[in-house]
């Protein structure tokens, strides 16, 4: 069990391992695609703006989608850019489910295994708190499928209380059958008839570029609150981030984690030794809190194995 306050802050690396492209490489799909091909996939939202977002996705100057959005000033290619997003990101769910998210490099499992507990009510009781980057609901279904199995078998765990141990700071693709929550519940990876164009709909607006999530949206406020209570000697695990500075920022973490014996983790898989060095370390000089920076070969199932103490 996990007794020492823990919050796991996961980028779209953590995701990666189960199908989950990051935004790179949904932009590197995307430019593939014909202007028809665009308005397929943004359907609902309409096709007459097919051919202004097909020209930002070919010509854009940024590295990912997100960052493309953040940038773009036209309110209707925003809106069908996350349409073409909540596409992407659904289909990757229906990918994931077909695979029971068994994939060869997969950490949710040792995660759960680090969550060992006599019942239901004290699996749940456990002080960690998951605040995710992510829009997809992976790593929340797989817990709940999970627990169900081992208390219920025939009922979902308790799901508001699950529910509370996520924090989606740019928004989610919509809220999950198995964990309840506000807004319309919208099937991991779509319903019976598969992927429709009301559940890209729905999914799109639960979808928050960088420039809508500001400092004093409520979720970051959640975030901020958890990242307090494990700077009391407790610790912070960054699993598949890439350490943009604004979201780095907007986490506040140098005011939440205080030289007291609390640990930050960080893995590094990706970056170059001078990348790790220049960047995440230098993002972490007014961090007070201890640091650890994982071997940038170690992606976070191998990181989790090598520091088993960011976990227990």
């Not at 779209?12 to 799909?29: D, I, K, M, P």
């Not at 909540?86 to 949710?108: D, G, K």
């Not at 765990?157 to 989606?168: E, T």
């Not at 700071?169 to 779509?190: C, D, I, K, R, S």
Request: glycine share 8%; charged share 20%; with cysteine.
């Amino acid at each position: 069990m996990i007794t020492t306050p823990t919050v796991l802050v996961l980028g779209a690396g953590a995701s990666a391992a189960y199908g989950f492209n990051t935004g790179w490489e949904l932009l590197q799909q995307a430019r593939a695609f014909t202007v028809d091909t665009v308005a397929g996939y943004i359907q609902p939202i309409s096709k007459t703006v097919a051919p202004a977002l097909h020209d930002a996705l070919l010509n854009t100057g940024e590295l990912s989608i997100d960052a493309m959005l953040e940038s773009e000033t036209r309110p209707e290619v925003v809106k069908a850019g996350k349409a073409l997003m909540a596409r992407f990101l659904l289909r990757s769910e229906a990918h994931a489910l077909q695979r029971n998210h068994a994939f060869p490099r997969e950490w949710y499992r040792v995660l759960f295994g680090a969550l060992s507990a006599p019942t239901e009510k004290e699996a749940l009781a456990q002080p960690f708190t998951v605040v995710t980057f992510n829009y997809d609901r992976s790593l929340e279904r797989c817990l709940a499928q999970a627990w169900r199995v081992k208390y219920h078998h025939d009922r979902p765990v308790d799901p508001d209380a699950l529910s509370a141990k996520f924090i989606h700071v740019h928004g989610q693709l919509g809220a999950l059958l198995e964990t309840g929550g506000a807004g319309t519940q919208l099937p991991y990876g779509g319903g019976e008839d598969g992927i429709t164009d009301a559940d890209v709909l729905e999914a799109s607006q639960g979808i928050k570029v960088i420039h809508e999530a500001n400092t004093d949206d409520p979720k970051f406020v959640a975030a901020r609150k958890a990242l307090t209570l494990a700077g009391q000697q407790g610790r912070v695990v960054f699993l598949g981030f890439a350490f943009a500075q604004r979201n780095f920022e907007r986490l506040q973490l140098s005011e939440h984690m205080p030289n007291n014996g609390s640990t930050v983790y960080v893995s590094a898989f990706g970056f170059s030794e001078n990348g790790m060095r220049l960047r995440i370390q230098k993002l972490f000089e007014s961090v007070k809190a201890g640091l650890v920076v994982g071997n940038p070969r170690l992606d976070a199932a191998d990181f989790l194995h090598e520091y088993p103490q960011a976990l227990v």
